[in-house]
């Protein structure tokens, strides 16, 4: 065996403990029946399942484990107790569960807050249409409320066509009458869509803190160590120069839930020669972004694999 395949033997096996490669274990009967008990039984009742589930997890899923005390060891800054990957997954779970009243819109369920709504405001007031980036970082349906609280904002997600194809598969367990327009990634007209939603008013709204094996990354300081990060969502926002907002909706507790809302960048009038620079320095304040509200909210990261692997070295550009 050359040193060659050793390394390539190596590098497969290093990735297969990426999120790409990792089993679905949830079903559209396991979700349906999940939603009749949630629904008929309420909140709290249901909850309760909640803990067994949490177990289950903790003692029989070794990948999952370990990542999470992974992840908890950097963002604590200490070494994690049982109770603390106990926290870390049943907050997960949280999210999960309450994404059931989320979409049958119970919000009557929740407390709610949201910080920096102004952004919003401004946005929609310009009328361009703007990119929202967020992360597997509390709960993305969560911040679905902004559309009660403003009625003419049209949020539309781009992902890669799979993941579209499980999202439509779970509303449609959840909530047949929900419909969500999803503007898959990789089509030949991937950007033709998107520009024209953005001309309409829309908001994109992506999740770029996963990569696929094939995508160009950029490696940046993440909760004290090189993280490697997607570069394609935000080539893609300087491309059709618009604004970038961060955002996130983190599980407190109980039945609160925090709504985050952050300037990322604005690609409208920087200059062509100008924009890889920026969008580097759009990725660190991203990545930056992420680890404060980690460490506000460290149950909250909701990546269950090796985050830290390092990427492909011939997709991806490095700076510090």
Excluded at 88 to 115: E, G, K, M, P, S
Excluded at 179 to 184: H, L, T, V
Excluded at 252 to 266: K, P
Aim: charged share 20%; aromatic share 10%; hydrophobic share 40%.
């Amino acid at each position: 065996m050359t040193q060659h395949q050793s390394q390539s033997k190596s590098s497969k096996k290093q990735y297969d403990s990426n999120w790409t490669s990792r089993p679905e274990r949830g079903t559209t009967f396991m979700l349906q029946v999940m939603s009749w008990i949630s629904l008929h039984l309420g909140r709290t009742i249901s909850r309760s399942i909640l803990h067994l589930i949490t177990t289950y997890f903790l003692l029989f899923s070794r990948v999952s484990r370990r990542a999470s005390r992974d992840y908890l060891r950097r963002v604590l800054r200490r070494e994690p107790k049982l109770i603390d990957l106990y926290k870390h997954i049943f907050t997960f779970a949280t999210t999960i569960h309450d994404r059931v009243y989320l979409i049958n819109n119970r919000y009557d369920l929740f407390d709610i807050t949201v910080h920096n709504e102004q952004i919003i405001h401004d946005m929609l007031a310009q009328g361009r249409g703007a990119f929202l980036i967020g992360a597997h970082l509390g709960s993305f349906e969560v911040t679905h409320a902004m559309g009660r609280r403003h009625p003419d904002l049209q949020v539309i997600m781009v992902m890669f066509e799979e993941n579209a194809r499980k999202i439509n598969s779970m509303l449609a367990a959840i909530n047949p009458a929900i419909q969500q327009e999803i503007i898959p990634l990789g089509h030949i007209d991937t950007m033709l869509k998107v520009r024209d939603r953005l001309n309409d008013g829309s908001v994109l709204s992506i999740l770029a803190d996963r990569t696929l094996d094939d995508d160009m990354t950029l490696e940046v300081p993440f909760i004290d160590q090189l993280a490697p990060f997607p570069i394609g969502p935000f080539r893609m926002a300087a491309l059709l120069d618009r604004p970038v907002i961060f955002m996130t909706g983190l599980y407190l507790g109980g039945n609160r839930y925090s709504i985050h809302f952050e300037q990322l960048a604005d690609f409208s009038e920087i200059p062509a020669a100008d924009k890889n620079a920026a969008i580097q320095s759009a990725i660190k304040r991203y990545a930056a972004l992420m680890e404060k509200y980690c460490r506000s909210a460290p149950y909250n990261w909701f990546n269950f694999f090796d985050f830290w692997q390092p990427a492909r070295h011939t997709k991806s550009l490095q700076t510090r």
